[in-house]
Each structure stands twice: as structure tokens, then as C-alpha cells.
Nanobody, 115 residues
């Protein structure tokens, strides 16, 4: 049973920072894409950033220059460092792992950017 456990969400003021972490257990992902998605109220889920086992990274335009994704292949973890947060970054953030035909999602962690 694969589990993705997220942590690090919360309330932060505009301009602040948060670090999200996701730990995957139950399987060793030898080749996978790990990433973060988010879903704001009334909007579709959208990709924020992804990273492959080999370190290939993609960012959404909204994340470029402010967010940094990283992973530890040995620990099966993926982190998202978010700086210069804006109110429009408010959403539930989901950890995502894709390996072959298999796709896994975390339960989501709330990020609220508000003064």
C-alpha cells in the first residue's frame, strides 16, 4: 500500500515562505516523476512543479523564480520551498508520484496566504 504523507502547510502573510514536504512509503520508486499540484476553491487542480528521478525539473509559470522543488531518491521524499508567497497561492497542495502506469496522490495540505 503506497502512502504519500504531506506536511508543512499553514497560514503565512504575503511575502512569506513555507516549505512543503512529502514522504512516500510502501514502494521503492526507481524511476518516477514526483511533484506538487494545487487546487484553489472553484478552480481545477493544476501542476506547480515536477521533478524526475534524474533531476529534470519543470515549473508552472506562476512558480518560476519563487518556488524550488527538490527530491531525495534514497528517502523517497519531495519538497517544495515556496518564497515570496502571494494571496493567489492560496490552495490545497497535493503531492503526486507517477511511476510507469501508476499514479499516487497525497491527501493534501492547506496553504493560506493572507494578512
Amino acid at each position: 500500500q503506497v502512502q504519500l504523507v504531506e506536511s508543512g502547510g499553514g497560514l503565512v502573510q504575503p511575502g512569506g515562505s513555507l516549505r512543503l514536504s512529502c514522504a512516500a512509503s510502501g514502494r521503492v520508486f526507481r524511476s518516477s516523476t514526483m511533484g506538487w499540484y494545487r487546487q484553489a476553491p472553484g478552480k481545477q487542480r493544476e501542476v506547480v512543479a515536477t521533478i524526475t528521478t534524474g533531476g529534470w525539473i519543470n515549473y508552472a509559470d506562476s512558480a518560476k523564480g519563487r518556488f524550488t522543488i527538490s527530491r531525495d531518491n534514497a528517502k523517497n521524499t519531495v519538497d517544495l520551498q515556496m518564497n515570496s508567497l502571494k494571496p493567489e497561492d492560496t490552495a490545497v497542495y497535493y503531492c503526486h508520484v507517477a511511476s510507469g502506469w501508476d499514479v499516487y496522490w497525497g491527501q493534501g495540505t492547506q496553504v493560506t496566504v493572507s494578512s
